[in-house]
């Protein structure tokens, strides 16, 4: 396991509220004592958004060593309505991510490419294709799945239709592969990205694998831009959710982790560059 990240001892949380899309968007504004640079974290497919427990987690864990923006994606959290399904409609949210990065931008008094966008899982395709949009400098993807991938599952669209539904959502269900058409491998990484674009996977995931030959892809044409750092022993969830969770908590007991997500933001912290 990588070595656990180092805490600075205070870290003030300011509530924020900004415009996305003609929607309020609702965050938390994480200020450390000493940041290493900015961040705008994007949380993934749960209800509760920000507020979900690894979402949380996740976003203290950055706090401690980032300023960084914590926000729920529209008609999740407490944010505004995501609205109600529309024929042609997809999940290409970023205008709720460029919003945050835009806030900091202007509060900090930086270029709007120099904030780093994080994301896991849901969050972490629609960081990779807002920091497209923005020419970020550096994106953290946490645990990806090529949708193409998971859309060969014959559960899989039924499942993410059972979630789009919880946060308002009402999708025919052969209209939901097409919802996630601008968040499938094939169109984020069309081009060469601007900047750093680092990949993380917990060791239990099969992110990795559906990932391998875009990355291959990548590290040909575009190369010095991909990054991987695998977290060992972690799943998806990190243990917040699933089977046995209980045993990898107690695991944490006997290895030199404080969190697993301190791995995540450790490998972070390893291969980003300060600023």
Known sequence: MAAASQAPAAVTVEPVRYQSAGREIAADL????????????????????????????????????????????????????LGPYRPGMTLDLTDDIIGGARLLA?????????????GHSFGSGSVLLAGNKIGSRRV???????????????????????????????VPLDA?????????????????????????????EIGYAT??????????????????????FANHMYWTEGRGAWRYRLLNLFIAERDWTDAAVGAILRHLPAG
Do not use: M
Request: hydrophobic share 45%; proline share 8%; net charge positive.
């Open 211 to 232: 990932f391998a030959p875009h990355l291959a892809r990548l590290r040909q044409s575009c190369p010095g831009v991909v990054e991987v750092a695998i977290v060992p």
């Open 106 to 118: 202007r509060r900090f008094g930086v270029p709007i490419e120099d904030v780093i966008l994080v």
């Open 140 to 170: 953290v993807a946490l645990g990806p799945t090529e949708a193409d991938a998971a859309f060969r599952r014959p559960d899989f669209a039924a499942i993410q239709a059972r979630k789009l539904k919880r946060v308002g959502l009402d």
């Open 30 to 81: 994480y200020l450390p004592a000493r940041p290493r640079g900015l961040v705008v974290f994007a949380h993934g497919n749960r209800p509760q958004g920000r507020k979900h427990v690894l979402a949380r987690a996740l976003a203290a864990a950055l706090g401690r060593h980032f300023t960084t923006l914590a926000f729920d994606f529209r008609g999740y959290g407490e944010s505004g309505p």
């Open 176 to 204: 939901v592969e097409g919802l996630y058409a601008p968040l499938r491998a094939k169109a984020l990484f069309a081009t060469c990205p601007t900047g750093k674009r680092l990949f993380i996977w917990g060791e239990r």
